[in-house]
């Protein structure tokens, strides 16, 4: 590793990472409990893109946490949710002499002649590293994915923030304790920084889908890959958004894919994608004509027991049947604890609109004639509000990213308006579940490709 490395000094780098989140974070949160504690009225527009631009300039988990929150309905006021959103896809990138430093700190001083072509100017930029378009000497095109500098550093100061804000939030808001989903969060985050794991789930999911046409995985370039550093195959694609407007045909088609490139590996496999925004899929086209998706980022990738996928099993076919036994028995068995009555009922306000689509033996919209902009926030408003008199309640931290996944299809099928059986593709997915099968494929699928469970 070049001696110039700025990932070498992990100390330094910290205690600066430190002195950034006060500067950045801190005078938008003291105008914010400001605004909130004095009644300011008019200023969380104003305060919600100082925030914005704050996580964006700083990159990192905090970020990522934005873009978590972003997803989920009334857990922010509209305007954070509609700023905090734009850093999904809108990420400040870094610049030339950056991506020249770090490309020399992975492949060292001739990294160059690894390429024919290698455009210095990212064509995305996110939260932990951008992605750069090049070409290998056989003509081949490929996507560079080089982690920004001091990441490590970041992370481990970002997350005693974190830690940090989420005490604050129980203190001001204790309808759900968050413990447990700031211990997943961190342990998401921490595995993204490894692009070498990352290579593993993309492995892993080209070998789950093997057999699905409507969504296609990149190859990995391992040669041309390190820890901070993933190269793969570049898959030409358009935004989603870019048909919201086509054929209903071609909306449903979509929407169809991206339902199974999340529940196949889930109900077969017990494996999700946890990062389902719009930044991290595209559309190819075969003979001018969109067929399928691109599933581009494999850094978010959650492992589950076969138990947990059982467990959403049960709770589907409780609702379906009214089965409160099978209901509670499913909660419990993802590790909701101290479950009173009056507490499972509230649980199954959200459970009945995360799985009211599924439940609904019909074709239809997912939000079946609402707005968008209303779509879960009449359940979340009333989950919230039943929460803080009855609750509180710890929120298990397997949870959290199938709950996150959840919301982010939902998302995808409001802006695709699509109108399918989802009751029909979701029980297509779950058909014959065995817990037992799903370990043993689980097991071989991640020893194929290095991982484990």
């Keep these: 590793m070049n001696n110039n490395d700025p990932e070498r000094n992990r100390v330094s780098g910290r205690a600066l990472r430190y002195a950034r989140v006060a500067t950045n974070i801190g005078g938008v949160a003291a105008r914010i409990v400001g605004g909130r504690l004095f009644g300011l009225e008019g200023v969380d527009d104003r305060n919600a893109a100082a925030l914005t631009s704050a996580l964006g300039g700083l990159k990192g988990p905090l970020m990522k946490v934005a873009q978590l929150l972003a997803t989920i309905p009334e857990a922010l006021p509209a305007d954070y949710a509609t700023q905090l959103a734009s850093l999904q896809s809108q990420a400040p990138p870094m610049g030339a002499a950056f991506v020249k430093r770090r490309m020399i700190a992975e492949l060292g001083t001739e990294w160059r002649k690894h390429f024919s072509d290698f455009d210095l100017h990212p064509t995305a930029a996110a939260s932990l590293g951008q992605v750069h378009r090049a070409t290998d000497h056989k003509g081949h095109a490929l996507a560079v994915k ?5 990441m490590a550093s970041a992370v481990e100061a ?6 940090l804000l989420f005490s604050l939030h129980r203190q001001f808001d204790a309808a759900v304790d968050t413990r447990e989903i700031a211990k997943e969060i961190a342990a998401r985050i921490r595995e993204e920084l490894d692009y070498r794991r990352e290579a593993k789930h993309a492995a892993l999911y080209k070998n789950m889908m093997v057999n699905e046409e409507l969504v296609r995985i990149p190859a990995i370039r391992s040669d041309l890959s390190t820890a901070r550093l993933l190269t793969m195959e570049w898959l030409e ?4 958004l870019d048909y919201k407007d086509a054929d209903r045909t071609v909306r449903n088609r979509l929407a169809t894919a991206m339902f199974r490139a999340w529940w196949h590996p889930f109900s077969r496999f017990g494996v999700i994608h946890g990062d389902p925004h719009l930044g991290n899929y595209t559309v190819f086209e075969t003979e001018g004509e969109a067929s399928g998706i691109n599933l581009l980022d494999y850094g978010c990738i959650r492992v589950f027991p076969a138990r947990f996928v059982g467990g959403v099993v049960d709770l589907y076919r409780g609702l379906l049947d009214d089965d409160r036994e099978r209901i509670v028995h499913a909660y419990e068995t993802w590790g909701f604890r101290g479950l009173t009555s009056e507490l499972i009922d509230i649980l199954n306000l959200w459970a009945r609109f995360i799985y009211g689509p599924l439940l609904d033996d019909r074709t239809r919209t997912v939000a079946d004639g609402l707005k968008p902009g209303d779509y879960g926030r009449k359940e979340a408003f009333a989950v919230h509000k039943a929460l803080k ?3 509180p309640v710890t929120i298990p931290r397997e949870f959290v990213f199938m ?8 998302g995808v099928f409001l802006h695709l308006d699509a109108e399918l059986n989802f009751y029909r593709l979701f029980n297509e997915a779950i058909e014959a579940f065995s817990s037992d099968e799903v370990s043993a ?10 991982l484990t469970a």
């Excluded at 970002?158 to 830690?163: E, F, K, P, R, V």
């Design 403 to 410: 709950d996150r996944a959840a919301i982010g299809l939902g």
């Design 146 to 150: 080089l982690q920004y500098p001091d």
């Design 237 to 240: 694609g358009r935004k989603i």
């Design 389 to 391: 008199e009855k609750g």
């Design 441 to 450: 494929r689980q097991a071989a699928a991640l020893h194929d490709v290095g």
């Design 158 to 163: 970002d997350l005693t923030q974190l830690d």
